[in-house]
T-cell receptor
Framework: KAGVTQTPRYLIKTRGQQVTLSCSPISGHRSVSWYQQTPGQGLQFLFEYFSETQRNKGNFPGRFSGRQFSNSRSEMNVSTLELGDSALYLC???????????????FGNGTRLTVT | AQKITQTQPGMFVQEKEAVTLDCTYDTSDQSYGLFWYKQPSSGEMIFLIYQGSYDEQNATEGRYSLNFQKARKSANLVISASQLGDSAMYFCAMRDNDYKLSFGAGTTVTVRA
């Protein structure tokens, strides 16, 4: 069974540009969530989608947006890039249940974004 | 308020010995799930073990076990018979009813030969 696939693996952009990251979940998984990892802030939740609906959003500015398609694939977009957006962006997929019945989230290898 | 607290920034362990990584959590929800992930230097996040808040028995997965003490709100990870390949960053995380994983700051484990 294929794992979570994120593309591209590495990306270098300049300030002010925009970027789109892609995530293909494990087959059968309907939930996709995105996380930003930086040395200073650690792992922070961006948003979660289930069946094309955003169920939760983290505390990030509106420059960060996402969407999910009918085949559960997801994209994340960051507009007007800032130097502080340099980070590892991780996508995770799961069956989508939560609370004490949570199914494990399986992560992709991440996209490392560098903003210069 | 910090939902997940990992107080050990780094730990050294001798090969073949056991190591315990501490994790405490904070939630007012009765229904929640606790996870441990391993992140090697290559960056991928590897799922290790899961414990649901209503599970009465501690979870085990191979050499990993989760010491779940609900009243103390702690979910410590025990790695038995450490191997060199266990050297990595370990994250404790919780998912309550808001569909997101809240992560701790992580603990770096270095296994010595």
């Amino acid at each position: 069974k294929a794992g979570v696939t994120q593309t591209p693996r590495y990306l270098i952009k300049t300030r002010g540009q925009q970027v789109t990251l892609s995530c293909s979940p494990i087959s059968g998984h309907r939930s996709v969530s995105w996380y930003q990892q930086t040395p200073g802030q650690g792992l922070q939740f961006l948003f979660e989608y289930f069946s094309e609906t955003q169920r939760n959003k983290g505390n990030f500015p509106g420059r960060f947006s996402g969407r999910q398609f009918s085949n559960s694939r997801s994209e994340m977009n960051v507009s007007t890039l800032e130097l502080g957006d340099s980070a590892l962006y991780l996508c995770a997929s799961s069956f989508g249940s939560t609370g004490s019945n949570s199914s494990p989230l399986h992560f992709g290898n991440g996209t490392r974004l560098t903003v210069t | 308020a910090q939902k997940i607290t990992q107080t050990q920034p780094g730990m050294f362990v001798q090969e073949k010995e056991a190591v315990t990584l501490d994790c405490t959590y904070d939630t007012s929800d009765q229904s929640y799930g606790l996870f441990w992930y391993k992140q090697p230097s290559s960056g991928e996040m590897i799922f290790l073990i899961y414990q649901g808040s209503y599970d009465e028995q501690n979870a085990t997965e191979g050499r990993y076990s989760l010491n779940f003490q609900k009243a103390r709100k702690s979910a410590n990870l025990v790695i038995s018979a450490s191997q060199l390949g266990d050297s990595a960053m370990y994250f404790c995380a919780m998912r309550d009813n808001d569909y997101k994983l809240s992560f701790g700051a992580g603990t770096t484990v270095t296994v010595r030969a």
